[in-house]
T-cell receptor
Framework: DTEVTQTPKHLVMGMTNKKSLKCEQHMGHRAMYWYKQKAKKPPELMFVYSYEKLSINESVPSRFSPECPNSSLLNLHLHALQPEDSALYLC????????????????FGPGTRLLVL | AQTVTQSQPEMSVQEAETVTLSCTYD???????LFWYKQPPSRQMILVIRQEAYKQQNATENRFSVNFQKAAKSFSLKISDSQLGDTAMYFC???????????FGAGTILRVKS
């Protein structure tokens, strides 16, 4: 089972709203990722959590706030977003391996399409 | 820094024919991992195939196979017996052995025509 789920599928929000994106996996993976993807462009890494601790923050604006409450869940809290933040937000997970082996393959969720008005 | 280049922005192929998507990369690392991901119009990112750099044998998954040329830093994807469901954006990606950051190419849009 290589399923990563994301909710909601679609989200429309105003620039003053606060909303959250949710990602869940039950594969026992200990690394989880948030990506932002514009149309016809490759995904851009935003955050990486490893063993529920933030390990990579790719200089993302503070209006995006990640949270990893437990090993299966990853949230992305959104506040005071700009129209240019409209994009597909992808979550991914991978099984950590100290040997850096094949288990590190990232599996992606279906994404949340975000529109900021 | 590692870079991944996909030189074909768009390609088309007739149903049942074979098509090859190109990918080159640049790295000074000796061991690493390479991936092809497929993103259909639904925008779900799906793993197609993966290759470990230390393995000389080219990876194969059903109709999908790669031609991995380590010295040339080339990693092309061959799709045999193309199907309409293969229509998608295809991304080539690189990952260092102990890193968890994927470096993506710009993508190739593949259209399979009936």
């Amino acid at each position: 089972d290589t399923e990563v789920t994301q909710t909601p599928k679609h989200l429309v929000m105003g620039m003053t709203n606060k909303k959250s994106l949710k990602c869940e996996q039950h594969m026992g993976h200990r690394a989880m990722y948030w990506y932002k993807q514009k149309a016809k462009k490759p995904p851009e890494l935003m955050f990486v959590y490893s063993y529920e601790k933030l390990s990579i923050n790719e200089s993302v604006p503070s209006r995006f706030s990640p949270e990893c409450p437990n090993s299966s869940l990853l949230n992305l809290h959104l506040h005071a977003l700009q129209p240019e933040d409209s994009a597909l937000y992808l979550c991914a997970s991978s099984q950590r391996s100290l040997a850096g082996a094949l288990k590190e393959t990232q599996y992606f969720g279906p994404g949340t399409r975000l529109l900021v008005l | 820094a590692q870079t991944v280049t996909q030189s074909q922005p768009e390609m088309s192929v007739q149903e049942a024919e074979t098509v090859t998507l190109s990918c080159t990369y640049d790295t000074s690392e000796n061991n690493y991992y390479l991936f092809w991901y497929k993103q259909p119009p639904s925008r779900q990112m799906i793993l197609v195939i993966r290759q470990e750099a230390y393995k000389q044998q080219n990876a194969t998954e059903n109709r999908f196979s790669v031609n991995f040329q380590k010295a040339a830093k080339s990693f092309s994807l061959k799709i045999s017996d193309s199907q309409l469901g293969d229509t998608a954006m295809y991304f080539c990606a690189f990952r260092m052995e102990y890193g968890n950051k994927l470096v993506f190419g710009a993508g190739t849009i593949l259209r399979v025509k009936s």
